[in-house]
């Protein structure tokens, strides 16, 4: 019962700083809102490469599932760089 609170109170505190972060970053110029959404994409990217990359290794096997999220993290950080996802407004 203690660690299910512990989870709820947790998954809160944790929500509410997403939100009040959320809150602050619609105050803040559309140049620095494109380098932040640039930011994360490029980290969103790396972190799916990381994860499929090391899954594939780790189990000394091909999985298509594995190499589905390495090619998906791929193809998002290309995209980013060539500015596909989020393209700048003229």
Request: hydrophobic share 60%; aromatic share 26%; net charge positive.
């Given at each position: 019962m203690s660690k299910g609170l512990l989870i709820l109170f947790l998954t809160i505190i944790i929500v509410g700083l997403?939100?009040?972060i959320s809150i602050k970053l619609?105050?803040?110029s559309e140049v620095k809102k494109y380098k932040y959404r640039r930011l994360f994409w490029y980290l969103y990217s790396i972190i799916f490469m990381l994860s499929g990359g090391i899954?594939?290794?780790e189990k000394a096997?091909?999985?298509w599932s594995?190499?589905?999220e390495f090619l998906v993290?791929?193809?998002?950080?290309i995209l980013n760089f060539l500015e596909k996802i989020d393209p700048?407004?003229?």
């Open positions: 997403i939100h009040y619609l105050k803040i899954n594939l290794i096997e091909f999985y594995f190499f589905l993290g791929l193809i998002i950080f700048k407004k003229a």
